[in-house]
């Protein structure tokens, strides 16, 4: 007789096939608990408050150091013991470590963010009087609209150094009892020239002048009278002249606090997510790491948004400073080729937000291509634009490991770019980390309405940033 033949084998009927084959979109959400969306909601809040209080990267980082120093972190220095420490610079860049229990010669978990933002700043002389009213020059910082800057409340925050060295620390605006700055926009009845130009040329650069007062001094005879009472009132408020703007990094940003937004309160409307929102869920993975395997460390950049320029920025050898005092404190002698040994076997996220998919303008997005909000943390295999010019890209290998580490606790993720090919793209830190050899993959939550002084993000997804974020650092 012949040989039976066999019957063909079931492959299953789709549903099963799609739930065994697709990466199909989690909704962070469903996967919570009831206990779990509360954390997720309080933790938000108390994100959304370090928002309303770090305006400025200098005030982030204290706000940071600050919270290091109450959870017993030690300055790193030849005398501090401990296996938790931090190390500032500037005020405008920070690096916190958790010392693990395997030799810092085989690898670390580092996460990297930047906690400079988008804004105006003022020019080195930027008070003048016109017309009867008194003005501050800006000079505007990272890829912003610039009409999104007019006809709006302003704060005015950041740092003056004094003559005589003393630090004045500058915030007005933000409070409710504070007077606010506006730019003055041209009223529609006379703009009919102004709206027949390009969104990018109708607020020249120039324009961008800062109403700050308009009250004369009480003598008649005076030159500048409303520029005088105005210097006069600075110097019995805050004993400063006019040459101290000098040596002040001030800053223009929104006077609006950060707030929760929809009538479910599922979002977060607020300037400055770009990048503190990956800076602060960063910060608190780290404050809540405890003897890992690998020693953690999460650095804070500035300068990330005008092309990380600067010995604040992660083109300055900062890091690698920290982590041969690093290697010092645990016994090893630091050498050049010990410090890169240490950067290839280590693992590295490059914690940055992604372009939140906006229906609105999808024709600007590769929808299968780009993240959505609340449907977790999103990973960025590649970064840059057009044929992937200026692109950090990771191997496939830490790609799998990132998607494997993630899948296994539970971790909601997602993957996507910056938009269709040619219609623009951007970068991050990664690249600059990069190039010492460690691993390195951008992840960060998405958001909508990015660099602008009202971005939105998910409660969801920070959550999810968190967690991801503590994960790592125990992997």
């Not at 529609?188 to 308009?214: C, T, W, Y």
């Amino acid at each position: 007789m012949p040989p039976k033949k066999e019957k063909p084998k079931q492959l299953g009927n789709a549903k099963e096939l799609k739930e065994k084959l697709y990466k199909e979109p989690v909704r962070t959400w469903d996967t919570l608990s009831e206990n779990e969306r509360k954390q997720a909601f309080d933790y938000a809040e108390r994100f959304r408050i370090f928002l309303n209080a770090a305006r400025t990267e200098r005030k982030a980082i204290q706000v940071f150091v600050d919270r290091a120093s109450k959870e017993k972190f030690k300055e790193l220095s030849v005398r501090s013991k401990g296996s938790k420490f931090f190390q500032s610079m500037h005020g405008k860049t920070l690096a916190v470590a958790v010392i693990g229990r395997k030799p810092l010669t085989e690898g670390l978990r580092i996460i990297t963010a930047h906690v400079d933002c988008p804004r105006l700043d003022l020019k080195a002389n930027p008070l003048y009087e016109d017309s009867g009213m008194a003005f501050l020059k800006t000079h505007y910082y990272g890829g912003v609209k610039k009409y999104q800057w007019v006809a709006r409340s302003l704060a005015l925050c950041g740092t003056i150094i004094r003559g005589d060295g003393s630090v004045l620390d500058v915030h007005v605006g933000l409070d409710p009892d504070d007077p606010v700055f506006t730019i003055p926009d041209l009223l529609p009845h006379l703009a009919r020239k102004q709206m027949d130009q390009k969104a990018s040329d109708f607020i020249p650069a120039e324009n961008l002048n800062l109403v700050v007062g308009s009250t004369p001094f009480h003598d008649k005879d005076a030159d500048e009278r409303v520029k005088l009472a105005l210097l006069e009132l600075l110097n019995k408020k805050y004993d400063i002249t006019e040459e101290d703007f000098t040596s002040a990094e001030l800053q223009v940003v929104p006077a609006e606090p950060a707030r929760d937004a929809g009538f479910d309160r599922g979002l977060i409307a607020g300037y400055g997510q770009d990048d503190r929102v990956c800076a602060y869920t960063c910060f608190t993975a780290a404050m809540e790491t405890e003897n890992p395997e690998h020693t953690a460390i999460a650095v804070f950049y500035d300068k990330e948004e005008i092309g990380s320029e600067g010995n604040t920025s992660a083109k300055s050898r900062f890091l690698e400073t920290f982590i041969m005092d690093l290697m010092e404190k645990t016994g090893t002698q630091p050498k050049a080729r010990d410090l890169y040994r240490v950067f290839m076997n280590s693992k590295a996220l490059s914690a940055d937000v992604a372009a939140g998919l906006d229906p609105t303008y999808a024709d600007v997005y590769e929808k299968r291509n780009s993240a959505r909000l609340g449907y977790g943390i999103n990973i960025t295999k590649y970064t840059g634009h057009g044929g992937k010019y200026m692109a950090s890209d990771a191997n496939a290998e830490y790609a799998a490991w990132i998607r494997k580490l993630f899948n296994d606790n539970a971790i909601v993720w997602q993957a996507g770019g910056h938009g269709k090919i040619d219609e623009g793209g951007g970068g991050t830190v990664a690249k600059f980390l990069a190039v010492t050899g460690v691993d390195i993959i951008d992840c960060g939550p998405p958001v909508l309405s990015m660099h602008s002084p009202m971005e939105i993000s998910s409660k969801e997804d920070i959550w999810m940033c968190h967690k991801a974020f503590k994960v790592f650092f125990n992997s």
